[in-house]
């Protein structure tokens, strides 16, 4: 078994900052992609980004892209989610995961969940 602690989340203003981080333990996560998800109240969980196990592939959705920067230590087993120019419609529970499956984006090819840290951007 992997677990995955997600910490960093909180209340920032429209244009803030946030960097979300993630801890794994237990089981390794070698050889594991990892991903960022969110979920609004109300909305279907969606993918933000995603790493693959060496970083040499980094994936976003294209409503992030530009403002968000995913990373990886995979010495510490970490991985972070730094969040720039945040807007209110970021605002939504943020999930850390890890899987190895091809669909990157896709949740269900994810194996191991965190509990989730909530960011919410004032307007």
């Known amino acids: 078994q992997v677990q995955l602690v997600e910490s960093g989340g909180g209340l920032v203003q429209t244009g803030g900052s946030l960097r979300l981080s993630c801890a794994a333990s237990g089981r390794t996560v070698s050889g594991y992609a990892m991903g960022w998800f969110r979920q609004a109240p109300g909305k279907e969980r969606e993918f933000v980004a995603a790493?693959?196990?060496?970083?040499?592939?980094?994936y976003y959705a294209d409503s992030v892209k530009g403002r968000f920067t995913i990373s990886r230590d995979n010495a510490k087993n970490t991985v972070d989610l730094q969040m720039n120019n945040l807007k209110p419609e970021d605002t939504a529970a943020y999930y850390c995961a890890a899987g190895n499956g091809i669909r990157i984006r896709a949740g269900d090819q994810y194996d191991y969940w965190g509990q989730g840290t909530q960011v919410t951007v004032s307007s």
């Open positions: 790493i693959s196990w060496l970083a040499g592939r980094l």
